[in-house]
């Protein structure tokens, strides 16, 4: 046996945390680190978030789970707050984000074959998508590297080339039922969606007949200093899959439905065990009560432009280190011209967290609750990190 009685799934940072506060993470040793990759744009409140830690510990008092057998009040509550701050009629809850995919996947098929089109089951998807790790979800995110070994690729899902609008056109056949698109790419490098892009697929997806699925697993809940991605574009779905940030470290996720696209999904045919349970529901509707709150979107929104420009300044400064920075309010990326890999472990010298992505890309996602004083600390950190980096490639 090696190392732990682990599956060797992860390549783990030799890093062991014990507690957090709002942006910091405190290891073992009592070292503080700053947290910009916030758990994978799922700490949307930072750590310790005392409505998060009430809320939850609250409810744990009452109630941890009774199953979807009987009505749960938090999960109508936050359906309904969902529904009223969105494009969408209904919500499934899931727990996860690559659930809250099959669930719009499901949905979808459904829709069309309760329409009158049962042989309307193709997605399609888009290069460098990132949807979860189901059979269903690594078929949908097309990627080799986690398509391998696993057998057959699930049936129903055809890949285009990312913005490639002509080989989009031509993917669509009789039995295409939706095409599925992250606002803006999270794994896949930070891409944001262009306004002209999405408003084209709602109208090919309205003149074919098929749903428009958005997966905002990573870019919503505030992240981009809207409620959703897709406000920024104004093109709203028919379909949504959310997740990691409104949980804010809770496990939960859920599918967003026009009445029309749910109209399959009736008595019997979808079902979860935990998704929606009491605990996650109190969690959600307390991280809604702060991301709702007058003026906390305004302020992501400003905060992430404060980032940005600090970040655009340190590629000008840098340009042997960053080749570009890109993303959407606090969903930012910079393009490396050194392996990301490195780029990283340099910033985690400085003890500033940030995650890889795909196309050499490093993602800074901190918390919304970051503060201006944070953002400066981390723009000396990432600045301390280039100057080494650039002395090292000059060497
Ligand atoms: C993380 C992620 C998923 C998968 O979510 P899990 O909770 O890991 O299943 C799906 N889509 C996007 C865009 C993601 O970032």
């Known amino acids: ?45 930072g750590h310790s978030h005392p409505a998060l830690v009430s809320a939850l510990t609250e409810q744990a008092q009452k109630l941890w789970h009774v199953s979807n057998l009987y009505e749960i009040p938090g999960q109508r509550r936050l359906a309904e707050r969902l529904v009223a701050n969105s494009f969408a009629d209904k919500v499934f809850f899931t727990n996860s984000g690559a659930e809250a995919l099959e669930c719009a ?156 696209a749910a109209s399959g999904m009736t008595p019997g045919v979808h079902g979860t065990t935990f998704g929606g349970n009491p605990l996650a529901m109190a969690v959600g509707n307390a991280v809604l009560d702060v991301v709702l709150a007058d003026g906390f979107l305004d302020e992501v929104a400003r905060k992430a432009l404060l980032f940005k420009q600090g970040l655009a300044g340190l590629a000008d400064e840098f340009p042997e280190v960053i080749e570009e920075v890109r993303g959407a309010g606090l969903l930012l990326g910079i393009k490396c011209r050194q392996p990301n890999a490195k780029v990283s472990a340099a910033l985690r010298d400085e003890k500033l967290l940030t995650v890889p992505a795909g196309d050499n890309v490093v993602r800074l996602l901190p918390p919304l609750i970051v503060g201006d004083e944070e953002i400066r600390d981390a723009l000396g950190r990432i600045r301390a990190a280039a100057a080494r980096l650039s002395t090292s490639a000059a060497a």
């Open 1 to 45: 046996m090696s190392g732990s009685a682990l599956f060797e799934t992860f390549a783990r940072a030799p890093l062991s945390f014990e507690r957090g506060e709002g942006c910091w993470l405190i290891d073992e040793r009592g070292q503080r680190y700053l947290d910009f990759a916030g758990g994978i744009a799922v700490n949307s409140l």
């Open 105 to 260: 996947i499901k949905t979808a098929r459904r829709y069309q074959y309760v329409s009158g089109h049962p042989e309307r089951f193709r997605t399609i998807t888009f290069e460098g998508a990132f949807h979860g790790r189901t059979l269903a979800t690594i078929a949908a995110g097309g990627q080799a590297k986690y398509l391998e070994g696993f057998g057959p690729k699930v049936d129903g899902f055809d890949q285009v080339p990312f913005g490639d609008m002509e080989a989009l056109e031509k993917a669509i056949g009789p039995e295409t039922a939706a095409i599925l698109i992250e606002p803006v790419q999270g794994e896949g490098g930070v891409r944001e969606v262009p306004t002209a892009m999405l408003k084209r697929l709602r109208e090919l997806c309205d003149q074919h007949g098929l749903l428009l699925v958005y997966d905002e697993v990573q870019c919503g809940i505030g992240r981009t200093g809207k409620l959703f991605a897709y406000e920024r574009a104004g093109v709203a779905p028919d379909l949504m899959a959310i997740a990691k940030g409104i949980g804010g470290g809770f496990p939960m996720g859920a599918c967003l439905a026009t009445d029309d």
